[in-house]
């Protein structure tokens, strides 16, 4: 998907797609949690993943979508708006995108429908700006779709990741987009609910979370305001927590905080020499865990400074270790050939690999066919933690589940 954040807010002619505020809603569980997370990141550029640009071709295209079932614009302008949003990509990619966007529109069409039988003049705002700065100072986000039916907002939002199931239950982005919708409609309905769903299509994920108006404008006075302060002036405390890694924190590989929380297992160090209690056996190998996961973020950090040019004191890049791979099978064979060597000399029969007869043959006529022939033989050994979902290796019910009593 080569299409940049811009160019999709271009091809698409919406003017309330915004960048991000610098106390982004989507980024709120961050500077809730460690308000100086919002200057450290300042000093890391912006990259956009593909999974970042997946979700803004959905959200575009479940935009165009909806507003061209509301009639808020032309049928040739959405065609014309969507064979440009689509152009890049693959048909695969474009029929997942299809399906979802689908799915989507008619789940928001269904909550609408409904608003509109409590109240026939509910509204619908689609991808609106909704600015909460009164509580935090330039704050404002994208809500993707709000429904006003007078006592109650409803926000949803659509999420096309398919990495983390998003949890609407106390979702401080979408309570912030909440705060924004009681801007637009607090003053002039009595509001008294505000509602929020996640729509997560390719988790097959609807989650919802309702919370009475004032609890929701008590949370912005009370919890909001203190930490949104501290973090646009760049003070505050620096908290390692799971935001950390689900906020996709740019400061991660240089954060102190972040070092110390996956560097605990050097406590050991100062230990008074005896031996390992099982207790602490276990805490080695969980924070010896932590520590190699961080490193190996720390390894490519420094490895893509260092192509972008940055000298770091002691350190060097070298070319790695390669094989030797030969230019071109023809001439190899020729050459072989020539020399006087048979083919069966340098020719191996194969059989193809089960995922390439899968192709091959389909997943039905494969599971016809060669299915009395695939066994699945016991994996190796390894290491869990005792919630994991498998059975454990060497449990009695396992080591007797073939005798007969
Ligand atoms: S990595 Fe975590 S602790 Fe460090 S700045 Fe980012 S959010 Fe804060």
Same mark, same amino acid.
């Given at each position: 998907?080569?299409?940049?954040?811009?160019?999709?807010?271009?091809?698409?002619?919406?003017?309330?797609?915004?960048?991000?505020? +610098?106390?982004?809603?989507?980024?709120? &569980?961050?500077?809730?949690?460690?308000?100086?997370?919002?200057?450290?990141?300042?000093?890391?550029?912006?990259?956009?993943?593909?999974?970042?640009?997946?979700?803004?071709?959905?959200?575009?295209?479940?935009?165009? &979508?909806?507003?061209?079932?509301?009639? +808020?614009?032309? +049928?040739?302008?959405?065609?014309? @708006?969507?064979?440009?949003?689509?152009?890049?990509?693959?048909?695969?990619?474009?029929?997942?995108?299809?399906?979802?966007?689908?799915?989507?529109?008619?789940?928001?069409?269904?909550? /609408?429908?409904?608003?509109?039988?409590?109240?026939?003049?509910?509204?619908?705002?689609?991808?609106?700006?909704?600015?909460?700065?009164?509580?935090?100072?330039?704050?404002?986000?994208?809500?993707?779709?709000?429904?006003?039916?007078?006592?109650?907002?409803?926000?949803?939002?659509?999420? /096309?990741?398919?990495?983390?199931?998003?949890?609407?239950? $106390?979702?401080?982005?979408?309570?912030?987009?909440?705060?924004?919708?009681?801007?637009?409609?607090?003053?002039?309905?009595?509001? @008294?609910?505000?509602?929020?769903?996640?729509?997560?299509?390719?988790?097959?994920?609807?989650?919802?979370?309702?919370?009475?108006?004032?609890?929701?404008?008590?949370?912005?006075?009370?919890?909001?305001?203190?930490?949104?302060?501290?973090?646009?002036?760049?003070?505050?405390?620096?908290?390692?927590?799971?935001?950390?890694?689900?906020?996709?924190?740019?400061?991660?590989?240089?954060?102190?905080?972040?070092?110390?929380?996956?560097?605990?297992?050097?406590?050991?160090?100062?230990?008074?020499?005896?031996?390992?209690?099982?207790?602490?056996?276990?805490?080695?190998?969980?924070?010896?865990?932590?520590?190699?996961?961080?490193?190996?973020?720390? &390894?490519?950090?420094?490895?893509?400074?260092?192509?972008?040019?940055?000298?770091?004191?002691?350190?060097?890049?070298?070319?790695? +270790?390669?094989?030797?791979?030969?230019?071109?099978?023809?001439?190899?064979?020729?050459?072989?050939?020539?020399?006087?060597?048979?083919?069966?000399?340098?020719?191996?029969?194969?059989?193809?690999?089960?995922?390439?007869?899968? @192709?091959?043959?389909?997943?039905?006529?494969? $599971?016809?066919?060669?299915?009395?022939?695939?066994? @699945?033989?016991?994996?190796?050994?390894?290491?869990?933690?005792? $919630?994991?979902?498998?059975?454990?290796?060497?449990?009695?019910?396992?080591?007797?589940?073939?005798?007969?009593?």
């Amino acid at each position: 998907m080569g299409k940049t954040y811009k160019n999709i807010k271009k091809i698409c002619g919406v003017e309330n797609m915004s960048e991000h505020a +610098r106390l982004s809603a989507s980024s709120s &569980k961050k500077w809730l949690n460690c308000p100086l997370s919002v200057t450290l990141e300042g000093y890391f550029e912006d990259e956009e993943s593909t999974y970042a640009k997946e979700g803004t071709i959905a959200h575009a295209l479940g935009e165009l &979508k909806l507003k061209v079932d509301l009639g +808020r614009i032309t +049928r040739s302008d959405y065609c014309f @708006k969507k064979e440009n949003l689509l152009k890049d990509l693959t048909k695969e990619e474009e029929k997942e995108l299809e399906n979802y966007t689908g799915d989507y529109v008619e789940f928001v069409t269904e909550t /609408y429908n409904k608003a509109l039988i409590n109240c026939e003049e509910a509204e619908i705002l689609i991808e609106e700006r909704l600015d909460y700065s009164k509580y935090a100072k330039e704050g404002f986000g994208t809500g993707d779709v709000v429904i006003c039916d007078y006592d109650s907002i409803e926000i949803i939002d659509l999420k /096309y990741g398919k990495g983390v199931k998003v949890d609407a239950f $106390e979702n401080s982005q979408l309570m912030l987009y909440g705060l924004g919708a009681l801007e637009i409609y607090g003053d002039l309905f009595d509001i @008294k609910t505000v509602k929020m769903t996640v729509f997560q299509p390719r988790l097959d994920n609807i989650s919802t979370y309702e919370i009475a108006t004032q609890d929701l404008l008590k949370w912005g006075k009370e919890v909001v305001f203190d930490k949104a302060e501290q973090a646009f002036d760049g003070i505050g405390d620096c908290n390692y927590g799971s935001h950390c890694d689900e906020g996709f924190c740019k400061a991660k590989p240089l954060c102190k905080a972040y070092t110390k929380h996956h560097t605990q297992v050097s406590k050991y160090k100062s230990m008074h020499p005896s031996l390992l209690t099982d207790e602490e056996l276990v805490d080695i190998y969980d924070l010896a865990l932590s520590y190699d996961k961080w490193i190996k973020s720390i &390894k490519s950090y420094i490895l893509q400074e260092m192509l972008n040019g940055k000298k770091l004191p002691g350190l060097k890049l070298v070319e790695g +270790r390669s094989n030797k791979t030969f230019t071109n099978e023809e001439d190899i064979i020729k050459a072989l050939k020539d020399n006087g060597y048979k083919k069966s000399d340098y020719i191996v029969e194969k059989i193809i690999s089960i995922t390439d007869a899968e @192709k091959l043959l389909g997943k039905a006529k494969f $599971e016809e066919i060669l299915s009395p022939f695939i066994i @699945k033989p016991p994996g190796a050994p390894t290491i869990a933690k005792i $919630e994991d979902k498998r059975p454990e290796y060497n449990s009695p019910e396992l080591d007797f589940k073939d005798i007969e009593v």
